[in-house]
């Protein structure tokens, strides 16, 4: 073969990707960090740095603008459940009739990048600021641990519950935690009241779906706890630990009252909680959905 043929056929020389230069291929989707636990599956929520698309399909294993991952299945499923209930769009409807809560998840994206900055190596903060953070290229911002492109844009509530149980506080993602535990005190309670009434078990399970399942009352907790919040106006919502506040109930329903006293938790609280939260939420499931089908632990993370 000539020598002409031969530099025609070699191998095109490799170019320069940013991505490879911040992530470490052999920690791609590998937990760097155990952030929450829960007593199930040990592992609850995670930091996992080169979890970013690029690293798909063999490609380059990449920095992502989400680095709190869920791997506990319960979570996993009943948060699934909330987002399958048009929960999202129900948060995004509350950010635009409740500014302040616009406002508190706004400022939620600042703490996550500080968060950031503090747990990557120089080189990941490095492409992780200039990809995700920079001002000079705003259409391709991301904002906070679900990455939206839009400050006040809503997309994912795994990600932002994640953010909370990694201790980086947002008002979504703790809301959603809180709803998780104001399920399991409903649950609870029905069935306490099972044990006195003649209904028979599959009557009470499609009644409490009916309320369990109705994103009205996903939107009433979140009015419920704006308001708690905003009679704090020093503390805000941060302030908010053990205050009790009321939450409407659907008509018609199970309990047979207008309105449940839920107690929040605060973000400090939830790795204390006994049953704690993965637990809890298995409950849940269990109670609306009766006998579940085996969920294997999530190895495999984005």
């Known amino acids: 073969m000539s020598e002409e043929k031969r530099t025609t056929s070699a191998a095109p020389e490799a170019k320069y990707n940013a991505y490879a230069e911040a992530a470490d291929p052999d920690r791609y989707r590998v937990a760097d960090a155990l952030l929450f636990t829960c007593a199930e599956h040990g592992k609850a929520c995670v ?89 000079d290229q705003p259409s391709l911002h991301k904002y906070g641990n679900a990455a939206v492109s839009h400050a006040a844009g809503m997309k994912c509530l795994h990600a932002l519950v994640a953010q909370t149980l990694a201790g980086v506080a947002n008002p979504v993602g703790s809301v959603v935690v809180n709803y998780i535990l104001l399920q399991h005190q409903l649950v609870r309670e029905a069935a306490e009241m099972g044990n006195t009434e003649q209904h028979g078990v599959e009557e009470r399970r499609l009644s409490m779906k009916a309320t369990l399942d109705s994103t009205r009352l996903f939107s009433d907790f979140m009015t419920a706890f704006v308001r708690a ?43 204390t909680l006994c049953p704690d939260l993965c637990a809890r939420a298995l409950t849940v499931l269990v109670a609306l959905e009766g006998q579940l089908r085996h969920r294997h632990k999530k190895h495999r993370i984005n």
């Open 229 to 271: 919040a905003s009679e704090r106006a020093c503390e805000g919502w941060h302030g908010l630990r053990n205050v009790s506040f009321e939450v409407p109930l659907p008509e018609g329903n199970m309990w047979g009252k207008t309105a449940v006293q839920y107690m929040w938790r605060a973000d400090s609280q939830l790795a």
């Open 47 to 135: 930091l996992c740095v080169t979890a970013g698309k690029n690293g798909r399909n063999g490609r380059t294993a990449a920095v992502g603008a989400t680095i709190f991952w869920l791997t506990c299945p319960n979570l996993n499923a009943i948060i699934a459940r909330f987002e399958g209930h048009r929960c999202v769009r129900a948060v995004s409807a509350a950010m635009a009739q409740q500014p302040c809560l616009c406002d508190w998840h706004v400022q939620s994206h600042d703490v996550y990048a500080s968060r950031a900055r503090e747990l990557l190596s120089p080189a990941q903060w490095c492409f992780f600021e200039a990809h995700f953070l920079s001002d």
